[in-house]
């Protein structure tokens, strides 16, 4: 099984601030990479999928890169409503298709 | 609009057995692959089970192969969860998600989960 880990678990940021988080896969994934946002109480919301494609109504701070294992989600200038938790996802070849432990971005 | 609705989660004995449903609208939904993926309390998410496009192929977790069946009626736009022998760790909310054709197995839609709890 791929197993997907995150860096950091949590951070601490002001409005405004450059984020990143990464996000490192256990065997090559080629490009099958996803980013998703989760608040509390709600469902998971599509951000990135295929390393760096920016799905429809998503705000254009948010990017993302990488290839192979090491991938990257970038939030340009921080805003109030992306407080949330990340969570980073592959959906290569087989099953499972596995998410990392997430990484909460908190307010400081 | 695409929209996914679950419901059949309820409070459960350990050991017990339950089936989740998740009602699909405002896409063509013989088309796309499925899946069920949980979140335990205050954890992270978990992906349980898939349905793959064509309806016939199936996909399970490790951790719930041999006691959760996937399925889907076509008639009427539902995809099930069916949950035997049900364990304290399947405590969950359970999401429903489409996945798009193409990249594999990601989720562009989700439900708003439904809550199971296995407790005695």
């Known amino acids: 099984d791929i197993q997907m880990t995150q860096s950091p678990s949590s951070l601490s940021a002001s409005v405004g601030d450059r984020v990143t988080i990464t996000c490192r896969a256990s065997?090559?994934?080629?490009?099958?990479l996803n980013w998703y946002q989760q608040k509390p109480g709600k469902a998971p919301k599509l951000l990135i999928y295929?390393?760096?494609n920016v799905q429809s109504g998503v705000p254009s701070r948010f990017s993302g890169s990488g290839s192979g294992t090491d991938f990257t989600l970038t939030i340009s200038s921080l805003q109030p409503e992306d407080f949330a938790t990340y969570y980073c996802q592959h959906s290569y070849s087989s099953p499972p298709w596995t998410f990392g432990q997430g990484t909460k971005v908190e307010i400081k | 609009e695409v929209q996914l609705v679950e419901s059949g989660g309820d409070l459960v004995q350990p050991g017990g057995s339950l089936r989740l449903s998740c009602a699909a609208s405002?896409?063509?939904?013989?088309?796309?692959?499925m899946s069920w993926v949980r979140q335990a309390p205050g954890k992270g998410l978990e992906w349980v089970s898939a349905?793959?496009?064509?309806?016939?192929?199936?996909y399970y977790a490790d951790s719930v192969k041999g006691r959760f069946t996937i399925s889907r009626d076509i008639s009427r736009n539902t995809l099930y969860l069916e949950m035997n022998s049900l364990r304290a760790d399947d405590t969950a909310v359970y999401f429903c998600?489409?996945?798009?054709?193409?990249?594999?197995?990601?989720?562009?839609?989700w439900g708003q989960g439904t809550l199971v709890t296995v407790s005695s």
């Open positions: 998600a489409k996945s798009p054709h193409g990249y594999g197995h990601l989720f562009h839609y």
């Open positions: 065997q090559s994934i080629s490009t099958y």
């Open positions: 405002g896409f063509t939904f013989s088309n796309y692959a």
């Open positions: 295929g390393v760096s």
């Open positions: 349905l793959g496009d064509g309806g016939t192929k199936t």
